[in-house]
């Protein structure tokens, strides 16, 4: 080959590769925009993660930083969008800090029983008893709390309290829990933003001291709980009420862990699905009445009209349910759609999801971490960009492209569309179910493929006509109907729930791991063509965090009430009376286990990496890890301190343990090695330790979350706010 062609060829290769590099940009035309939504999101996240609060305020930044991007990304597409990108997570990190500086400080509650008073806000049925929130909560002669108080009535209170009423009560209560693990899901940042000051349990009946006029949507919301679960007995009756209301708290426990395990459960959560469902209804069916009237025929412009009402409807639904993050999104989406439609738009699109996701990061930019804002736009997201994708063929086999008669392609194209439903939505929200549940449901979309439609066609159109019925008492008959389609859904859940490892339990998906994953899925969706495979690799490198990230090796509740060793034939607890059920379950799903087996008194387990006497533990994870060392004392009898650990196993273990447990603050500390005691717990929440050949690493829940604004500052001794006690009943509760 002759030199002198060198320069010609390079540059033939060069306009090759602007021409490829013109033809891609060209084909995403359109889908830049969404990664402003997925970068505003980013910036809440970093804000919730940082370990203190920023230094600045970055919406002085964002703001004109955004209107530089509009001016440069109408003359250069990519560098105006790349600056986008920067405005839009400043902008999500600056309204996630405004949001946090808007909210109240946490309450510091009084340690004892209390006289409580305050305004029902609202009334939480349970499978045994009910559930008050309190607002202008006061604790005896005190001024008005500035955050609410959520109090368990007891079981026997003959009480029947309605929203508006102002009660008094006896009872006992505690500021949001810190972490059951570090890194586990945070009480304390969820109460923060959403209002919560704290919560308890009634130590005697609730007095209704004055009803008020109680207000319409919340008394609308107890009367059809109470209607309903009384129309449908045994569980259906709770879950047909969740359907309709959102209020989820009665129904049982048993009903519940089906649904969860059977990948079903988010049909209890009143989401877009619900929301979906209730405007298509009235959409379909005021535009079919529109049509059915000629007179009105020609003078009503149906499909508008319809969209409105139907769009109306959806709006009381939300409020009636609580105006819940994945109802808001869907009708954000619905309002956005009736505009487009209006407009001559096209109505599905990624643009308009995110919208609807960046309307509900500005107005509660703290739901970015919880499950419910995550699967449901995963969800949706997943169900749009597979719609998107598979339109042509869907297209090609409506109009004959395959072979068959007509009415068999209707019907293959029905199945094979609630089949590939419930595999996207699957999918989709399979990371962030392993993340927060630890838990994979196997047999979801066998599961949804007939609950969803039993669901759709059966059990919300009963229930829209029985909300309508109720106002003349006509109601028991669509109610049976829903309540048949419920007993449906359960019957489902049952049955997929007890399948050979319906719902295996694995080791939680760590937050970088999901991160990851989320990216290379939002890859996957927003872009077009084979651009978008290249998120593929990227959501498996997520999913395999989790093997690659260790489960720590020792974890100490935040109460110091739980030990738990993790070997590798399992978990091993210690004990004490009194601990948190629910802080145990939450230990071992951060171990990735459903069980664990109490420590012996004396004699080894696990093959020797636990060795017992009925002063110590010793214990090592593996051959050539470091050794822990859990120091025990005798329970202590009712109403009395436990005794310190004994001396003598405490010295034995300062020259050789590279961590030393007590679950009683230890005197003196050893010169070498980590230590946690309960000084340790009680400064700093949960604590977890990963031994190595170098020692042990030991973090804990403090470290992990940082100084914010909602975790409770380092407790000093003596530091107690007085706060009045409420006096002891002659009952003596």
Request: some cysteine.
């Given at each position: 080959?002759?030199?002198?062609?060198?320069?010609?060829?390079?540059?033939?290769?060069?306009?090759?590769?602007?021409?490829?590099?013109?033809?891609?940009?060209?084909?995403?035309?359109?889908?830049?925009?969404?990664?402003?939504?997925?970068?505003?999101?980013?910036?809440?996240?970093?804000?919730?993660?940082?370990?203190?609060?920023?230094?600045?305020?970055?919406?002085?930044?964002?703001?004109?930083?955004?209107?530089?991007?509009?001016?440069?990304?109408r003359?250069?597409?990519?560098?105006?969008?790349?600056?986008?990108?920067?405005?839009?997570?400043?902008?999500?990190l600056?309204?996630?800090g405004?949001?946090?500086?808007?909210?109240?400080?946490?309450l510091?509650?009084?340690?004892?029983?209390?006289?409580?008073?305050?305004?029902?806000?609202?009334?939480?049925?349970?499978?045994?008893?009910?559930?008050?929130?309190?607002?202008?909560?006061?604790?005896?002669e005190?001024?008005?709390?500035?955050?609410?108080?959520?109090?368990?009535?007891?079981?026997?209170?003959?009480?029947?309290?309605?929203?508006?009423?102002?009660v008094?009560?006896?009872?006992?209560?505690?500021?949001p829990?810190?972490?059951?693990?570090?890194?586990g899901?945070?009480?304390?940042?969820?109460?923060?933003?959403?209002?919560?000051?704290?919560?308890?349990?009634?130590?005697?009946?609730?007095?209704?001291?004055?009803?008020?006029?109680?207000?319409?949507?919340?008394?609308?919301?107890?009367?059809?709980?109470?209607?309903?679960?009384?129309?449908?007995?045994?569980?259906?009756?709770?879950?047909?009420?969740?359907?309709?209301?959102?209020?989820?708290?009665?129904?049982?426990?048993?009903?519940m862990?089906?649904?969860?395990?059977?990948?079903?459960?988010?049909?209890?959560?009143?989401?877009?699905?619900?929301?979906?469902?209730?405007?298509?209804?009235?959409?379909?069916?005021?535009?079919?009445?529109?049509?059915?009237?000629?007179?009105?025929?020609?003078?009503?412009?149906?499909?508008?009209?319809?969209?409105?009402?139907?769009?109306?409807?959806?709006?009381?639904?939300?409020?009636?349910?609580?105006s819940?993050?994945?109802?808001?999104?869907?009708?954000?989406?619905?309002?956005?759609?009736?505009?487009?439609?209006?407009?001559?738009r096209?109505?599905?699109?990624?643009?308009?999801?995110?919208?609807?996701?960046?309307?509900?990061?500005?107005?509660?930019p703290?739901?970015?971490?919880?499950?419910?804002?995550?699967?449901?736009?995963?969800?949706?997201?997943?169900?749009?960009a597979?719609?998107?994708?598979?339109?042509?063929?869907?297209?090609?086999?409506?109009?004959?492209?395959?072979?068959?008669?007509?009415a068999?392609?209707?019907?293959?194209?029905?199945?094979?569309?609630?089949?590939?439903?419930?595999?996207?939505?699957?999918?989709?929200?399979?990371?962030?179910?392993?993340?927060?549940?630890?838990?994979?449901?196997?047999?979801?979309?066998?599961?949804?493929?007939?609950?969803?439609?039993?669901?759709?066609?059966l059990?919300?159109?009963?229930?829209?006509?029985?909300?309508?019925?109720?106002?003349?008492g006509?109601?028991?008959?669509?109610?049976?109907?829903?309540?048949?389609?419920?007993?449906?859904?359960?019957?489902?859940?049952?049955a997929?729930?007890?399948?050979p490892?319906?719902?295996?339990?694995?080791?939680?998906?760590?937050?970088?791991?999901?991160?990851?994953?989320?990216?290379?899925?939002?890859?996957?969706?927003l872009?077009?063509?084979?651009?978008?495979?290249?998120?593929?690799?990227?959501?498996?490198?997520?999913?395999?965090?989790?093997?690659?990230?260790?489960?720590?090796d020792?974890?100490?509740?935040?109460?110091?009430?739980?030990?738990?060793?993790?070997?590798?034939?399992?978990?091993?607890?210690?004990?004490?009376?009194?601990?948190s059920?629910?802080?145990?379950?939450s230990?071992?799903?951060?171990?990735?286990?459903?069980?664990?087996?109490?420590?012996?008194?004396?004699?080894?387990?696990a093959?020797?990496?636990?060795?017992?006497?009925?002063?110590?533990?010793?214990?090592?994870?593996?051959?050539?890890?470091?050794?822990?060392?859990?120091?025990?004392?005798?329970p202590?009898?009712?109403?009395?301190?436990?005794?310190?650990?004994?001396?003598?196993?405490?010295?034995?273990?300062c020259?050789?343990?590279?961590?030393?447990?007590?679950?009683?603050?230890?005197?003196?500390?050893?010169?070498?090695?980590?230590?946690?005691?309960?000084?340790?717990?009680?400064?700093?929440?949960?604590?977890?330790?990963?031994?190595?050949?170098?020692?042990?690493?030991?973090?804990?829940?403090?470290?992990?979350?940082?100084?914010?604004?909602?975790?409770?500052?380092?407790?000093?001794?003596?530091?107690?706010?007085?706060?009045?006690?409420?006096?002891?009943?002659?009952?003596?509760h």
């Amino acid at each position: 080959m002759s030199l002198a062609l060198l320069p010609a060829e390079r540059i033939g290769v060069s306009a090759r590769i602007r021409a490829g590099a013109s033809a891609v940009l060209a084909r995403q035309q359109g889908r830049f925009a969404p990664w402003l939504a997925v970068a505003l999101g980013a910036g809440v996240l970093h804000y919730l993660g940082l370990a203190g609060e920023p230094a600045w305020q970055p919406l002085w930044v964002a703001l004109p930083l955004a209107g530089l991007a509009f001016w440069l990304a109408r003359r250069w597409l990519l560098p105006g969008w790349a600056l986008g990108l920067l405005a839009a997570f400043l902008l999500g990190l600056g309204v996630a800090g405004w949001h946090a500086a808007r909210m109240p400080p946490p309450l510091v509650l009084p340690f004892g029983a209390v006289q409580l008073s305050g305004v029902v806000a609202e009334v939480q049925p349970l499978p045994e008893g009910r559930r008050l929130v309190l607002e202008q909560a006061r604790i005896g002669e005190g001024a008005a709390l500035p955050r609410t108080i959520r109090v368990r009535l007891r079981a026997d209170d003959p009480a029947r309290p309605l929203p508006g009423d102002v009660v008094s009560l006896r009872a006992l209560i505690r500021q949001p829990g810190m972490p059951a693990v570090p890194g586990g899901w945070d009480f304390q940042r969820a109460a923060f933003f959403s209002g919560l000051g704290g919560s308890g349990f009634a130590l005697g009946p609730v007095v209704v001291e004055r009803g008020a006029e109680e207000p319409l949507l919340a008394g609308l919301r107890a009367w059809l709980d109470q209607r309903v679960a009384a129309a449908i007995p045994g569980a259906a009756g709770p879950v047909a009420a969740a359907l309709l209301t959102g209020t989820q708290s009665a129904i049982p426990e048993p009903a519940m862990q089906a649904m969860r395990d059977s990948g079903l459960a988010h049909l209890l959560s009143v989401s877009g699905l619900h929301m979906a469902i209730v405007i298509g209804l009235v959409f379909g069916l005021l535009r079919g009445a529109i049509a059915l009237v000629p007179w009105l025929a020609l003078r009503v412009p149906a499909k508008p009209v319809a969209a409105l009402v139907a769009l109306a409807a959806g709006a009381f639904y939300m409020l009636l349910t609580g105006s819940q993050v994945p109802m808001q999104r869907c009708l954000g989406m619905a309002a956005l759609m009736t505009v487009a439609m209006l407009a001559g738009r096209r109505v599905l699109s990624v643009r308009v999801l995110a919208v609807a996701a960046a309307a509900v990061l500005l107005v509660a930019p703290a739901e970015v971490v919880g499950p419910s804002f995550q699967m449901s736009f995963a969800a949706v997201l997943a169900l749009v960009a597979g719609h998107e994708a598979l339109r042509g063929p869907i297209a090609a086999f409506r109009a004959g492209g395959v072979s068959g008669p007509r009415a068999w392609r209707r019907v293959a194209l029905v199945v094979l569309g609630l089949v590939a439903t419930s595999a996207l939505a699957g999918a989709a929200t399979a990371p962030f179910g392993l993340h927060h549940f630890g838990r994979l449901q196997v047999y979801g979309i066998a599961a949804n493929a007939v609950a969803v439609p039993l669901t759709s066609l059966l059990v919300m159109p009963a229930g829209l006509a029985a909300m309508l019925a109720l106002p003349f008492g006509l109601e028991a008959w669509p109610l049976a109907v829903m309540g048949w389609g419920t007993e449906g859904i359960l019957w489902v859940a049952r049955a997929v729930a007890a399948w050979p490892d319906a719902a295996p339990v694995m080791v939680p998906l760590p937050g970088w791991g999901l991160g990851l994953a989320s990216f290379g899925f939002c890859w996957l969706c927003l872009w077009r063509g084979w651009l978008r495979l290249l998120g593929v690799p990227v959501v498996v490198a997520g999913l395999a965090a989790g093997q690659v990230t260790p489960a720590p090796d020792v974890l100490v509740s935040p109460d110091a009430r739980i030990v738990a060793l993790r070997t590798a034939e399992g978990v091993f607890l210690h004990r004490l009376p009194g601990a948190s059920n629910f802080t145990r379950d939450s230990m071992l799903r951060a171990l990735g286990v459903t069980a664990a087996s109490p420590l012996p008194e004396t004699g080894e387990v696990a093959g020797g990496a636990i060795a017992c006497t009925p002063a110590a533990c010793r214990f090592r994870p593996h051959p050539g890890a470091g050794e822990a060392v859990l120091l025990r004392s005798p329970p202590p009898a009712r109403g009395r301190r436990a005794d310190p650990p004994d001396p003598a196993a405490l010295a034995a273990a300062c020259g050789r343990a590279a961590l030393i447990l007590a679950l009683e603050p230890i005197r003196p500390r050893c010169g070498q090695g980590e230590t946690i005691d309960r000084f340790a717990m009680w400064r700093d929440g949960a604590q977890a330790a990963w031994l190595g050949q170098a020692g042990a690493l030991v973090v804990s829940d403090r470290a992990w979350r940082g100084d914010r604004p909602w975790v409770p500052p380092v407790p000093l001794p003596g530091r107690v706010e007085a706060l009045p006690l409420a006096p002891v009943d002659p009952g003596g509760h």
